[in-house]
């Protein structure tokens, strides 16, 4: 991620805080169903109207406050499994039972181990990340790499441990359109890519990780909680990034801890061109005074270079919904679930921005269109 936690509310801001949660969770719960976890969307449903829990979940990230107290249980869980809350969850057991029957356990865990949840939900991040996004960046980099030249050096907010870093070192298989990428690669990703020219895999000059909390590989730890991040329904996704956690650790990849935006000067200066900066599901976690600013960082230091940047963010109207701030729990009419993410290309030049959605991809990359 990219900006730093406010600090705590003063008591009466503390209290539309609270508001603003309670309407995630009744917001969340439509959108884990669709998103594939029913398990996540119950405990939404249960948790938006009990006091205890709203207040538990305003201690996580800005605007992501239910899905990190559910991966903050799901983190705890992995460690110790004899709770009888695991039944619950797939990535514990064959056969989970009934996620409608949950939230009970689900609370009573809560309040039991309050005091090992509140430590995730203040000092760890949310930095979700699957290998399959990568199919959702690779058609916009391989566009870029042809305007902007080869090798292609990389810089991403919000690189979590890297994985999208990596994005050269598997293949692709394309929908009627045959494999692309490394002989052997450890990882093949299944996708559909509709329109555009013809798909390859650039050449990567250096690599470059931008995160509050970078991930270490290497360590057990810190990789537990990224697989805590992962919904409990998608055991093969979490088989998945273990296995491009392996591929990580033997990257080439330089990871710098801290608040993006302050850390993106100096990275400009060292970072040879053609440059592109990317992010994924990243921004949407930002306020909109911390885009204004990057936008305007990226538009001066674009007086002396060329830089173009990768978007892959849900829509501002997704946004709102998301956290709670539209005034309907009820998904917004126009917002497919297949195409909650919008792909930017950004060219700044000579001071200025050229931005424009060039593509809509399914929020895991699985189907990426391109708009004519």
Known sequence: MGIDRPERDPAPVRGERL?????????????????????YGALCAGGADDPDIIELASHGQEGAQPVHLFASVHYLLLRDSDDPLSRYFATLTDEPASPEQAF????RFCAKHRDEILPLLENRTVQTTYVERCRALMPPLAQVAKEAGEPLNLVEIGCSAGVLLAFDKYAYELKGAGRIGIAGAPLTLMTEVR????????KIGTRIGLDLHPVNVRSAEERQWLLALSFPEFREQQARLATALDVVAQTDIR???????????????????????FHST???????????????????????RDIYRIGIEPSERFDSWYAGRADSPEQPQGIAQSSWGEVVIARYRVGAVDSRVVAHAAWDGGSFEWID
């Open 19 to 39: 508001d603003t949660v309670a309407a995630a969770f009744r917001a969340g719960e439509r959108i884990y169903r669709s998103l594939g976890t029913p398990l």
């Open 104 to 107: 009970p356990e689900f609370a």
């Open 195 to 202: 329109g555009g020219p013809p798909l390859y895999i650039p």
């Open 255 to 277: 990871m710098l801890e801290g608040d993006g935006l302050a850390l993106m000067p100096a990275v400009l200066a060292e970072t040879p061109s053609p440059l592109c900066i």
């Open 282 to 304: 990243c921004l949407f976690y930002w306020s909109r005074e911390a885009k204004t600013a990057l936008d305007a960082l990226l538009m001066h230091a674009s007086r002396s």
